[in-house]
């Protein structure tokens, strides 16, 4: 039995599978998960407790992956625990405790920021967040206050992904579906893996009825297919997509406009324009936020969101021919207020706009924000900034 993989699949279930019985179970949990049949006596083998020496197909080993969260068998292998990092038990317990509550259907900002104090301990410890991402993907209160309001934007990689997968495998629903292969198709895009890119946008298309959910998974649809169609150089596609984007923007479900909160729609659109370089239309999407919600933090909106939509609006003023007002803005925004999940993200964009604000004359300068511009790409590696940097 390898031990790795057993590792894997009780950190999936959500808790150690100490006794033979408990592999009834199991078969049922991945059935629900990867729509898959994998008999309980299988799975006894698997896990050990048959010892026959009948060797598990190579088939049976990827589905099982699968459901850990990863393509394949040897994917599942090349993703190995860090051994230098140990996990205190008694924190484990104390989280899931924290997630086992009922959910409040109202909204709790307390909560949520108490959730995303907990989420930045997961999500910078990968030996904690790989022990805890089975159970994290069951429990309604983390597949909520965990993956959706606390998406770890600055760390897309393969290792969050396949935990991402098990929130999608076990919610199943419209939107956490899109969110999510939203947030694939992003990874790949700002790593340069473009080859990715076709698989998910594929995915993306294939989910329907999306009117009832909440703008930013909408958003992230639309500007997905805005992204793909830039990178296959098709203008045509672009701009029908941006019709698109604009009609839908006027038949936002009403209850996200009903206090003028925070524009999570245009948010995300315009940051995406920004990163193919249609600047004209994310200027006009803010300008359409700036008339129709505050332009402030009441309270009631997660802190940073305000400071990042601030740095949108500021790139696109520069990128625009405006560069007093980008430097304006910059000038006013407090990026120590920008959360864990999008820091590193709003950071690189931040460093580029002063860099290409920073004239010749202040070279010292510009060296020193191309070293921080790097060590941040090098963190992230999203290598897709490189080419924002104007020398």
Not at 65 to 84: A, F, M, P, R, V
Not at 134 to 147: H, P, V
Not at 228 to 247: C, G, L, P
Request: aromatic share 14%; glycine share 4%.
């Amino acid at each position: 039995m390898n031990s790795l993989l057993h590792k894997k699949v009780e950190n999936r279930f959500g808790r150690p599978i100490k006794f033979s019985y408990e592999c009834v179970e199991l078969s049922a949990h991945i059935k629900k998960s990867i729509n898959t049949n994998i008999s309980p006596q299988t799975l006894r083998r698997v896990m050990g407790f048959i010892k026959d020496n009948v060797k598990t197909s190579n088939r049976i080993l990827d589905y099982i992956s699968i459901y850990c969260g990863y393509d394949n068998y040897e994917t599942l292998l090349s993703h190995k625990e860090n051994k230098e990092q140990q996990v205190d038990e008694s924190v484990v317990e104390t989280i899931k405790l924290f997630y086992s509550i009922e959910i409040n259907k109202s909204y709790d900002i307390n909560y949520q920021r108490a959730s995303g104090n907990i989420a930045k301990l997961i999500v910078t410890n990968s030996a904690l967040f790989n022990k805890l991402s089975g159970f994290l993907a069951k429990k309604e209160a983390s597949q909520i206050y965990f993956f959706e309001r606390y998406p770890y934007i600055d760390g897309l990689n393969e290792s969050y992904l396949s935990h991402l997968q098990k929130y999608m495998q076990n919610k199943k629903t419209i939107e956490s579906d899109l969110f999510g292969y939203s947030l694939h198709f992003l990874s790949h895009y700002l790593r340069e893996n473009f080859d990715e890119l076709p698989k998910y946008i594929k995915k993306i298309n294939e989910i329907d009825n999306t009117n009832e959910i909440h703008p930013f998974p909408i958003a992230r649809k639309l500007m997905s297919n805005i992204v793909f169609a830039h990178y296959n150089n098709d203008q045509y596609a672009i701009n029908e997509w941006t019709k698109v984007v604009f009609s839908e923007e006027k038949n936002i479900n009403k209850k996200y406009k009903s206090n003028n909160v925070f524009p999570f729609y245009h948010y995300i659109i315009a940051d995406y324009f920004n990163l193919i370089g249609e600047y004209e239309s994310a200027l006009k999407v803010y300008k359409i936020a700036e008339l129709d919600y505050k332009s402030y933090n009441d309270g009631s909106i997660e802190f940073g969101y305000y400071e990042n939509f601030d740095l949108i609006k500021a790139i696109t003023y520069y990128n625009t021919g405006d560069k007093q007002a980008a430097k304006r803005i910059l000038k006013r925004i407090d990026s120590s207020m920008v959360q864990f999940t999008f820091q590193d993200y709003h950071n690189i964009n931040r460093k580029i706009l002063e860099y290409n604000l920073t004239g010749p004359l202040t070279s010292r300068k510009k060296e020193l924000l191309k070293e921080e511009i790097n060590l941040l790409i090098d963190k992230t590696g999203y290598t897709l900034f490189r080419k924002f940097i104007k020398e």
